[in-house]
């Protein structure tokens, strides 16, 4: 049985409908867009594509809180937050896991991602050993999309090394780590694991980054998976861009060109720090860049290039990453008023045929997001996954005229609570702005948080 979605405003490939109907066929995928079957009676306001989440390492959700105030060293950045992150490993079990990650599956979905990519890299038990099923905590994540009805891209990490030197893994490093041969089978058990997954379920392979990873592990990821989605960190720190150069001799993202087929499978996480050339090259290989507004300025990061990028039609998605926001609207947000702020100028991720900020940015960041993650989505059209976003129109902030308004009213203005309903294919998994299955997954987290706050 398939179902119908009827909506005020639809945004499709061809601009705002309205009063249309999303007819869903029984695999959850989008079989028509018309005016037929359209309900006034039951229709909700305006229809988005979903967006996906490219990045996200759920389990640093629940350390929101835990690593906001400056060491004791007298500076804080990226590496001592590093360290916090570490310490908290040390007391992390499955369990916590799978509560963490619905929490964090339900929040997005809330937020208005229908699918989200899980960049995994916590394999192993405290101290580097491993479970007794090798899979443990994949199937822990896969467990929570399961409960949440996200659609789940898995990214299992490849983390071989501590530093470019090639200096073995330490402390909160070793739960990562894994030699060639263990990764190869590790990622074979957690292939075997996805038989039971939905059909809208991928599996692709991250090496985690060149500090972890060296030419031959990321040779050897590209065998293990021929034609799912790659990801990397790419270039996140100066301190890293810096290391990679002495090392490599070439900067990341310049010899990731120059020695990978970097195409459109791969998505180099915080393609941060670009010089010209970089900018312009990246975005003519069709790779996607994975933007995390929100993270990279919460870590100090510094500012993507994407005035540029985008000019020379490069092709980005975004993620929450470390989940300590998780909002579309505020990533999409943070996106635009960092190049704001850079360049001294309004309305600067746009053209002049889209003119709307919100939603030039929006429809970018979803079918780059969905290309990303390997999902058949992106775009509400015939043959795409029924991935659905609605934003009420109901609320006073959102009862603008042109529907474009709303949208850039949403992601400037209004964040809260304007998400209605959620679709992700097909599966109907938010109703009124609140998750189906909010209270057991929000309970069962509650209950996580204070052992790991007893733990601490
Ligand atoms: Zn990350």
Known sequence: ?????????????????????IHVDEAGVIAEVSPRGFNAAAAVGTALPGMANVHTH?????????????????????????????????????DHMEAI?????????????????????????????????????????????????????????????????????KDGQLRFGSSAAAFEALYTRISGCARDMPADFRLGVAPHSLRAV?????????ALCPDGPF???????????EEVEAHLGARPVRWLLDNLPVDKRWCLIHATHLNARETSDLAASDAVAGLCPTTEANLGDGIFPAQAYLTAKGRLGIGSDSNIRISVAEELRMLELSQRLAHRQRAVLTDDITRSNGRYLYERAARGGAQAIGRNAGSIETGKLADVVALRD?????????????????????????????????????????????????????????????AL
């Open 58 to 94: 759920s389990f640093q959700r629940a350390m929101a809180g835990l690593a906001e105030a400056r060491g004791p060293a007298g500076a804080d950045d990226f590496w001592t937050w590093r360290q916090v992150m570490y310490r908290f490993l040390d007391i992390l079990a499955p």
């Open 101 to 169: 990650a619905a929490l964090v599956q339900l929040e997005m979905a809330e937020a208005g991602y229908t699918a989200s990519a899980e960049f995994h890299y916590l394999h192993h038990q405290v101290g580097g050993g491993h479970f007794d099923n090798l899979a443990e905590t994949s199937q822990r994540i896969f467990a929570a999309s399961k409960s949440s009805g996200i659609g789940l891209t898995h990214l299992p990490v490849l983390y071989t090394h501590g530093g470019l030197d090639g200096r073995p893994l």
């Open 394 to 454: 109901d609320l006073p902030f959102l009862d603008w005229p042109e529907a474009d308004q709303r949208l850039d009213a949403w992601i400037f203005g209004v964040e809260a609570r304007a998400v209605s309903d959620v679709w992700a294919a097909g599966r109907h998994i938010v109703q009124d702005g609140e998750h189906r299955r909010a209270p057991e997954i929000r309970s069962r987290f509650a209950r996580t948080i204070r052992e790991l706050g007893a």
């Open 1 to 21: 049985m398939g179902s119908i979605i009827s909506a005020r405003q639809v945004l499709t490939p061809s601009g705002w409908l309205a009063d249309h109907a």
């Open 214 to 222: 060296d030419r031959e592990g990321l040779e050897m990821c590209l």
């Open 231 to 241: 990801h990397i960190h790419a270039a996140e720190q100066v301190k890293e861009v």
